[in-house]
């Protein structure tokens, strides 16, 4: 696994070792910067479950202003930090080891995010919790774009309830990116 463009461009990552965490693949990972690439200049980035940090250090390097990890194992901590320091966008990343939730309560009150990543654990409607959260939070403002990462079995029928709407479906082999947007 690499850095696909920008800053740190073609350097290489490292990730837990076990099923820890789910890398992103590189293609997966182009896919998705492709689509983001417009929102990545200057952004604030808010990468949620980042195991690795591969999809905020890839938002770093292609422009984000700042990024934010959120990481509550230990060990995927210790990796992130490894990966920005090799990487050297450490001055523009904060790392925050607990889980997703809570970390959006003590990051509440800031300034709202550009971009929302999050790739939680399938299976457990974790997404849906972010998603709850979020929709009363000053931290998605109107234009914040939020995409989840999820395996292809989850349902996203509740999004209209919250306010927001899915601006964009794109499908893998085995999951998908939701690109989520508040209704206007």
């Not at 696909?4 to 965490?21: S, V």
């Not at 939070?137 to 999820?150: C, F, H, N, Y």
């Amino acid at each position: 696994m690499r850095v696909i463009a920008g800053k740190a461009r073609r350097l290489p990552l490292k990730t837990l070792p076990g099923l820890d965490t789910r890398p992103t693949t590189d293609r997966t990972k182009e896919t998705l910067f492709n689509i983001l690439q417009p929102y990545m200049c200057d952004c604030r980035f808010l990468d949620l479950c980042s195991g690795s940090g591969a999809i905020g250090i890839e938002a770093l390097s292609r422009g984000a202003s700042v990024a934010v990890f959120v990481e509550k194992n230990p060990k995927a901590v210790e990796c992130i930090k490894s990966n920005l320091t090799f990487t050297r966008l450490a001055e523009d990343a904060r790392i925050m080891k607990t889980d997703a939730l809570s970390a959006l309560r003590m990051l509440e009150g800031e300034e709202c995010f550009d971009c929302i990543f999050m790739d939680p654990p399938y299976g457990q409607e974790i997404e849906k919790e972010i998603l709850e959260y979020l929709a009363f939070s000053s931290l998605a403002g109107p234009d914040t774009l939020i995409v989840v990462e999820a395996d292809l079995k989850t349902s996203f029928d509740y999004l209209d309830k919250l306010g927001f709407q899915m601006q964009k479906y794109k499908k893998y082999k085995t999951n998908a990116h939701v690109f989520i947007e508040r209704k206007e």
